[in-house]
């Protein structure tokens, strides 16, 4: 069965610092995605950022950026320059190639201390 | 392009009410999620549609949780009768399912208390 762990239930950083939060998932497919979700106290869930599981290359979004190992079935994201706006639950994501179906993680609370 | 509407936004109920919810998914999106969210925890998957039909609805408490998605659009959510364990973040979600653009788009959500 599919699953996704995030380890890190809730987390601290303060401001213009840098924060990674960890993710890993198992899986026996080869081709899948991985998503990072924010979720901001009391606002609607919106994706970070995406990576292709065929892709070597991690995937970056200006701040945001991952460290994808397939081999290890790791997927942890690293947010640089924190600012108070990113302190929101932060979800890792997976969804098989072929099947549509997401799998969530449990989260993280980000806390960004001014 | 307009998001994925959600109503009511909050409800609440007393136990053994009924209640339904709505999502109206972005325009053209063939796959429609449902999701429990419960406080603190990652949303849990309740039923997907594909275009009106159900793809996996296995977390579902069949006993008293029904969804349908009418000509493959809008879709219903009910619970009945509701129980305490049932106050939650209810998620609407669409995507279009096509490679690569299976981004899930959320709604904002229904809080659901039930007293």
């Known amino acids: 069965a599919q699953t996704v762990t995030q380890s890190q239930p809730e987390m601290s950083v303060q401001e213009a610092e840098t924060v990674t939060l960890s993710c890993t998932y198992d899986?026996?497919?080869?081709?899948?995605?991985l998503f990072w979700y924010k979720q901001p106290p009391s606002r609607q869930m919106i994706l970070v950022i995406r990576?292709?599981?065929?892709?070597?290359q991690n995937a970056t979004e200006n701040r945001f950026s991952v460290n994808f190992q397939k081999a290890a079935k790791s997927f942890s994201l690293k947010i640089s320059d924190s600012q108070l706006g990113d302190t929101a639950m932060y979800f890792c994501?997976?969804?098989?190639?072929?099947?549509?179906?997401?799998?969530f993680g449990s989260g993280t609370k980000l806390n960004v201390k001014p | 392009e307009a998001g994925v509407a959600q109503s009511p936004r909050y409800k609440i109920i007393e136990k053994r009410q009924s209640v339904a919810f709505w999502c109206n998914p972005i325009?053209?999106?063939?796959?429609l999620y449902w999701y429990q969210q419960i406080l603190g925890q990652g949303p849990k998957l309740l039923i997907q549609?594909?275009?009106?039909?159900?793809?996996?609805d296995s977390q579902l408490p069949k006993d008293r949780f029904s969804a349908e998605r009418l000509k493959g659009v809008d879709s219903t959510l009910k619970i009945q009768p509701a129980k305490l364990e049932d106050s939650a973040v209810y998620l609407c979600?669409?995507?279009?399912?096509?490679?690569?653009?299976?981004?899930?788009?959320f709604g904002p959500g229904t809080r659901l208390t039930v007293l």
């Open positions: 899986t026996s497919e080869s081709n899948y995605y």
């Open positions: 325009s053209g999106h063939a796959t």
């Open positions: 994501a997976f969804i098989e190639y072929n099947f549509n179906k997401f799998y």
């Open positions: 549609f594909q275009n009106n039909g159900v793809v996996d």
């Open positions: 979600a669409s995507s279009s399912g096509t490679y690569p653009h299976n981004e899930q788009f």
């Open positions: 990576q292709e599981a065929y892709k070597q």
